[in-house]
């Protein structure tokens, strides 16, 4: 049973015809079967079209470096199979024309897709309880959130239930549920990787990444999504490096910036910290160099982000108004304007309504230049802090989140303290920059909770994030560990 092996243990073994895709899928729809109903991870599932895409690997029709292994996408990325529906009644019934570039990728690569899993509405969470169809559970104790939005692609690959997963990350929707999950999720720099085909929630923000149980995993991943889209004008033309090469190369003389704003006076739960503190003492003993750094406009990040974010959300998700895109509601209405209200007001769940009102207020005339406008100058700074920073160190570290994962329930009714689990990360979508999440330790409890460590990096910085996140991740057990599931 390969549940919880690695994306690359599970490829070199499907190569070495230790297992052919096609029982290696059906393991992953079997534990699918026994499990969703714990953890709800998935939206939809396509057990056909993966058994055909495995047998095809099997028969030598399809070949690649992720020839035969099952993964799971986030059901943000358009798909010409099934539907795409960013977990909201908006799009329920929506199927896409197109396959995003990202998909048109792995599939070249010869993965086998289970199926799409489940968010927060439009990516817009830190727990996928914005979810119009389900709250995803955490593996590790299903009283408890995955973290989002990406939290049922986490889920699911910390469940066991694929051999890897793809998310997408504009604020932390990648890191935090990795964090939580007890799994590695990696924030790839903006531009790194085509956007084409990802329903925009941020389009200055939002970037695609992978979900693995360890750093290879990911290397591996970034590997074949990675590279520039002449249907993205934002990915950049840039070569891409194989992440692989030299992973397992230890970085002599890393220098790691440790910043005197990631320590909160409050809100930091002490087992984090104590799992952070231990972390910098094993990058020490491995002959890493601490760098104390400044990044002084960091406690204006959240107040930023929640402006630039719900502008460009409010813009993006206009077009879905009963009549361009998504659901149109069946109440008799007057004009088309009570169409466009009652279509939205049906469609949207109440955190993407949050959202884009706090949006269209601050677009709106005689606002744009006292929040818009002052949000996008503070960005600038937040950029320039990491760009003084990154020259007195190689990688930035720091707390992935401020606590472990949190009951269901336990902060929707205060969206304030749901936005503030974002603390940590949504600086680097920010800035630009790289940023990696490995777990680095567990609560102590009947059922520990898995803890993870955040390292950030200069943009296209990523070969050296990941072997410096690899210096780590091979010192340490953490990785290694696993859910006990009934």
Same mark, same amino acid.
């Given at each position: 049973?390969?549940?919880?092996?690695?994306?690359?243990?599970?490829?070199?073994?499907?190569?070495?015809?230790?297992?052919?895709?096609?029982?290696?899928?059906?393991?992953?729809?079997?534990?699918?079967?026994?499990?969703?109903?714990?953890?709800?991870?998935?939206?939809?599932?396509?057990?056909?079209?993966?058994?055909?895409?495995?047998?095809?690997?099997?028969?030598?029709?399809?070949?690649?470096?992720?020839?035969?292994?099952?993964?799971?996408?986030?059901?943000?990325?358009?798909?010409? !199979? @099934?539907?795409?529906?960013?977990?909201?009644?908006? /799009?329920? %019934?929506?199927? $896409?024309?197109? *396959? #995003?570039?990202?998909?048109?990728?792995?599939?070249?690569?010869?993965?086998?897709?289970?199926?799409?899993?489940?968010?927060?509405?439009?990516?817009?969470?830190?727990?996928?309880?914005?979810?119009?169809?389900?709250?995803?559970?955490?593996?590790?104790?299903?009283?408890?959130?995955?973290?989002?939005?990406?939290?049922?692609?986490?889920?699911?690959?910390?469940?066991?239930?694929?051999?890897?997963?793809?998310?997408?990350?504009?604020?932390?929707?990648?890191?935090?549920?990795?964090?939580?999950?007890?799994?590695?999720?990696?924030?790839?720099?903006?531009?790194?990787?085509?956007?084409?085909?990802?329903?925009?929630?941020?389009?200055?923000?939002?970037?695609?990444?992978? !979900? @693995?149980?360890?750093?290879?995993?990911?290397?591996? /991943?970034? %590997?074949?999504? $990675?590279?520039? *889209? #002449?249907?993205?004008?934002?990915?950049?033309?840039?070569?891409?490096?194989?992440?692989?090469?030299?992973?397992?190369?230890?970085?002599?003389?890393?220098?790691?910036?440790?910043?005197?704003?990631?320590?909160?006076?409050?809100?930091?739960?002490?087992?984090?910290?104590?799992?952070?503190?231990?972390?910098?003492?094993?990058?020490?003993?491995?002959?890493?160099?601490?760098?104390?750094?400044?990044?002084?406009?960091?406690?204006?990040?959240?107040?930023?982000?929640?402006?630039?974010?719900?502008?460009?959300?409010?813009?993006?998700?206009?077009?879905?108004?009963?009549?361009?895109?998504?659901?149109?509601?069946?109440?008799?209405?007057?004009?088309?304007?009570?169409?466009?209200?009652?279509?939205?007001?049906?469609?949207?769940?109440?955190?993407?309504?949050?959202?884009?009102?706090?949006?269209?207020?601050?677009?709106?005339?005689?606002?744009?230049?006292?929040?818009?406008?002052?949000?996008?100058?503070?960005?600038?700074?937040?950029?320039?802090?990491?760009?003084?920073?990154?020259?007195?160190?190689?990688?930035?570290?720091?707390?992935?989140?401020?606590?472990?994962?949190?009951?269901?329930?336990?902060?929707?009714?205060?969206?304030?303290?749901?936005?503030?689990?974002?603390?940590?990360?949504?600086?680097?979508?920010?800035?630009?920059?790289?940023?990696?999440?490995?777990?680095?330790?567990?609560?102590?409890?009947?059922?520990?909770?898995?803890?993870?460590?955040?390292?950030?990096?200069?943009?296209?910085?990523?070969?050296?994030?990941?072997?410096?996140?690899?210096?780590?991740?091979?010192?340490?057990?953490?990785?290694?560990?696993?859910?006990?599931?009934?």
């Amino acid at each position: 049973m390969l549940a919880f092996d690695s994306l690359v243990a599970a490829r070199d073994a499907i190569r070495s015809k230790k297992i052919s895709s096609v029982e290696l899928t059906r393991q992953a729809l079997a534990r699918i079967e026994m499990l969703e109903p714990q953890i709800l991870a998935y939206n939809s599932t396509y057990p056909d079209l993966a058994l055909k895409q495995a047998a095809e690997v099997d028969a030598g029709r399809r070949s690649g470096p992720l020839a035969g292994v099952p993964i799971a996408l986030k059901d943000n990325l358009c798909t010409t !199979f @099934g539907t795409t529906t960013c977990s909201s009644k908006m /799009l329920e %019934n929506f199927r $896409a024309p197109y *396959d #995003a570039t990202i998909v048109q990728k792995l599939e070249q690569a010869g993965a086998v897709f289970l199926g799409k899993t489940n968010l927060d509405e439009f990516a817009m969470g830190s727990s996928t309880e914005n979810s119009a169809f389900k709250t995803t559970r955490n593996p590790w104790d299903t009283s408890r959130v995955p973290g989002g939005s990406s939290g049922g692609s986490a889920a699911a690959l910390a469940s066991g239930m694929c051999c890897a997963s793809i998310g997408s990350d504009t604020g932390g929707s990648i890191r935090q549920p990795a964090a939580l999950c007890g799994v590695v999720g990696l924030k790839p720099t903006y531009g790194r990787v085509s956007r084409y085909g990802l329903v925009a929630f941020a389009s200055s923000l939002d970037q695609i990444g992978p !979900f @693995g149980w360890n750093v290879p995993d990911v290397a591996l /991943l970034l %590997n074949v999504i $990675a590279g520039r *889209d #002449a249907r993205d004008s934002t990915s950049v033309p840039a070569e891409v490096p194989d992440h692989l090469a030299e992973l397992d190369q230890p970085i002599k003389g890393l220098r790691i910036g440790i910043a005197k704003e990631y320590t909160l006076e409050s809100g930091m739960d002490p087992q984090v910290s104590s799992a952070i503190d231990a972390a910098v003492k094993q990058y020490r003993s491995l002959g890493a160099e601490l760098v104390e750094v400044s990044l002084p406009h960091t406690e204006y990040g959240i107040a930023a982000y929640y402006v630039i974010a719900p502008c460009e959300a409010s813009s993006n998700l206009a077009r879905y108004d009963g009549v361009h895109f998504g659901h149109r509601t069946k109440e008799p209405v007057k004009d088309i304007i009570e169409l466009f209200s009652k279509s939205r007001a049906e469609g949207f769940g109440p955190e993407v309504q949050r959202r884009i009102m706090i949006g269209t207020y601050a677009l709106s005339s005689g606002y744009y230049d006292a929040y818009y406008v002052r949000a996008l100058k503070m960005r600038t700074l937040i950029q320039r802090d990491f760009t003084e920073a990154f020259e007195k160190c190689d990688v930035i570290l720091s707390p992935t989140s401020p606590t472990p994962a949190f009951k269901a329930g336990e902060k929707t009714a205060d969206p304030l303290q749901m936005y503030l689990c974002d603390v940590f990360t949504v600086t680097c979508n920010i800035a630009g920059i790289a940023g990696i999440s490995l777990p680095c330790g567990f609560t102590t409890g009947d059922k520990p909770l898995p803890i993870g460590l955040q390292l950030l990096g200069p943009a296209f910085s990523e070969p050296r994030l990941l072997r410096a996140a690899r210096m780590y991740e091979r010192s340490t057990d953490w990785s290694s560990r696993r859910p006990k599931l009934d």
